[in-house]
């Protein structure tokens, strides 16, 4: 237990709260790009399958390079399979489906509103205060978003392949939210980070193959470079490094604040657009973008005070 302990503290001290941040923001900014290499020949949930199955290998793999241990109590299992099934399946499932109908654009923005479900659920579930200025940070931060995407909002339709994109955006929404209140409860259980998010994304993939398997989807693979090359991006840093990374902030200063993770990504792969897909600014980006980082700023400020774990060795 006390090898466990000091795995699980080193793990936290290493990077700052500042880094946590950056590292998901970069990243999934960045995956945006890399899954539009993802849809085509292979369907969206058996490449879901594939990244987190790999994850999870990688993941667990390196747990026990690292000498932790990979056992779980049986109520650990339940807990992390959830997490897994939220986290790591529902949600990208729901993601990949929604864009079938529309633009990754609205979507982000329909996204972004984890912000406030975050908000709601920390207050509901574990009675966390809403501090005024992390809710007008919050709200800055989703309004930027709108003004980022404001042409494609702007033109949203109402038809009903439309209305279907928008009902399972919002559905993985609300299914993301939940997987980080899951994973914030997760700390309880005094549990290595790496370990239980390893095992959770393997009982994420697992639960996409058998929606697979399920649903008559057929197993395909394309060896094509830009798809395997997307598909080792999105696994090694999109899911492990990032996910790691986003889950240890959450633990650290909640999944509200974490949260806002999602408001910042869309602003990443709008600049990812700029410079590889020809993304043309508006007045009304630029004014995004402006609130984007105001907010950023009311949100974090003073974050790296003293945290729930010191950063000093212990005995």
């Not at 993304?279 to 700023?297: K, M, Q, S, T």
């Amino acid at each position: 237990m006390a090898l466990m302990r000091r795995a699980r503290l080193a793990y936290h001290c290493r990077m700052s709260t500042l880094s946590l941040y950056s590292a998901a923001v970069l990243i999934w900014g960045s995956t945006w790009l890399a899954i539009k290499f993802q849809l085509g020949e292979v369907a969206p949930a058996v490449s879901v399958a594939y990244r987190f199955g790999l994850a999870a290998l990688m993941l667990l793999a390196w747990c026990r390079w690292q000498r932790l241990s990979l056992k779980l109590p049986f109520n650990a299992h339940v807990s992390v399979a959830a997490l897994g099934l939220m986290l790591f399946g529902l949600n990208y499932v729901l993601v990949y489906e929604s864009e079938r109908f529309l633009n990754s654009g609205v979507v982000a923005v329909v996204f972004s509103l984890i912000v406030f479900l975050n908000l709601i659920g920390m207050r509901l579930f574990f009675g966390t205060p809403i501090a005024p200025r992390v809710l007008v940070g919050a709200v800055a931060g989703v309004l930027g978003v709108l003004l980022l995407f404001w042409p494609e909002v702007a033109h949203f339709g109402r038809g009903s392949e439309a209305m279907l994109g928008l009902t399972l955006a919002l559905g993985s929404t609300v299914v993301a939210a939940g997987g980080n209140l899951i994973a914030y409860r997760n700390k309880a259980l005094a549990l290595p980070l790496p370990v239980t998010t390893g095992y959770g994304m393997a009982y994420g993939a697992g639960l996409v193959a058998a929606y697979v398997m399920l649903s008559g989807t057929s197993w395909t693979m394309t060896w094509s470079l830009p798809y395997v090359s997307s598909l080792l991006y999105l696994t090694v840093f999109g899911s492990v490094a990032a996910f790691l990374s986003y889950l240890t902030l959450i633990q650290r200063i909640g999944a509200d604040r974490a949260g806002y993770v999602g408001v910042l990504v869309p602003m990443v792969a709008l600049v990812m657009s700029t410079l590889f897909e020809g993304y043309r600014w508006h007045p009304e980006a630029a004014a995004g973008l402006v609130l984007c980082l105001a907010g950023n700023v009311l949100v974090l400020w003073r974050v790296d005070g003293p945290t729930p774990v010191p950063c000093k060795s212990r005995g």
